[in-house]
């Protein structure tokens, strides 16, 4: 998702290029770059938020609640029965926070990215375009929302909750699996963000079809695959691969069967798929750059 791209123009306003203090075209080393926008970006948006502790806590505690009531529907529902699709309460808590904790964390850091359609159409875009910093990070992290932290606690909250109940018996392969499996699922869940927002260059009204895989995909992922129609979780797990995101290395640590016609070893193809994500997130977002006409044109 880092972008390596050079020199990024507005097209038809007539800017040159931003250029170096010799002259020469600046050029953006990557990462590194997009690492330090991202921050500096964040953290201007955090001291803002800092201002006003009292409005933070309300705020952050609001979202908390908020993001609570879609766990409320599971123990209600475990109210009236022992399983859900062959699954206990516990094993179901524990679906809702692996999936939850990865969506929470790229929501909170590519979150900003919902914007896009708006700035694309009132023009907006234009102000970060002629700065010399890399796009991607400038719009990922302007207007940084630290209460969307809110939403993180709750689902690690829920998360640790399921460990305590569940009775899993316990491999090195299977502790180390957990972290990198929330890890990788933040990587899959951002890198569908930045295609959505990449979508945005084009079909500017469309965020609501991008919400239903990222938003969507986190509801879908909280429950069971053993509830859903075969289509959709081979859809899920060849076309959108959001099953990698909890459902697969999930049901490793469980010590249940992947889904059928999925191959047991693609618990484990997290880092891999979320790399591949990265890639056609990547493309698709300098794809979306180079067809973007500025208001000016």
């Keep these: 998702m880092a972008e390596t791209t050079t020199t990024t123009s507005v097209r038809g306003t007539g800017d040159d290029p931003p250029r170096t203090d010799n002259g020469s075209p600046r050029t953006y080393s990557g990462l590194g770059d997009s690492l330090r926008t991202y921050r500096m970006v964040a953290a201007m948006w955090i001291r803002s938020t800092m201002t006003y502790r009292l409005s933070f806590a309300l705020t952050l505690f609001t ?39 990865a969506f929470g964390i790229a929501d909170l850091t590519m979150g900003s990215l919902q914007r896009m359609g708006k700035r694309v159409r009132d023009g907006s875009l234009d102000t970060f375009l002629m700065r010399p910093a890399p796009l991607l990070a400038q719009v990922a992290a302007d207007k940084f929302a630290l209460r969307r932290f809110g939403r993180v606690a709750q689902a690690l909250l829920v998360l640790v909750w399921s460990l305590v109940l569940l009775d899993v018996a316990w491999t090195p392969v299977k502790v180390v699996l957990l972290p990198v499996t929330v890890v990788c699922g933040a990587v899959i869940f951002g890198a569908v963000m930045v295609i959505g927002a990449s979508a945005l260059f084009w079909i500017q009204d469309a965020a609501e079809v991008t919400n239903s895989f990222t938003y969507g995909g986190n509801t879908l992922l909280q429950y069971p695959p053993s509830i859903f129609a075969q289509e959709l979780v081979r859809g899920v797990v060849y076309v959108v691969p959001l099953a990698f995101v909890s459902w697969l290395p999930a049901l490793y640590v469980l010590g249940r069967p992947a889904p059928a016609g999925v191959p047991d070893w693609a618990a484990f193809a997290s880092p891999p798929v979320a790399l591949v994500c990265c890639g056609v997130a990547g493309l698709a977002w300098r794809a979306g750059i180079r067809s973007y006409r500025s208001t000016g044109s």
Excluded: H, K, N
């Design 63 to 101: 979202s908390f609640c908020v993001t609570f009531f879609d766990f409320v529907v599971i123990l209600l529902m475990f109210g009236r029965v022992e399983g859900l699709g062959g699954f206990s309460f516990a094993e179901v808590a524990f679906l809702y926070g692996t999936a939850g904790t």
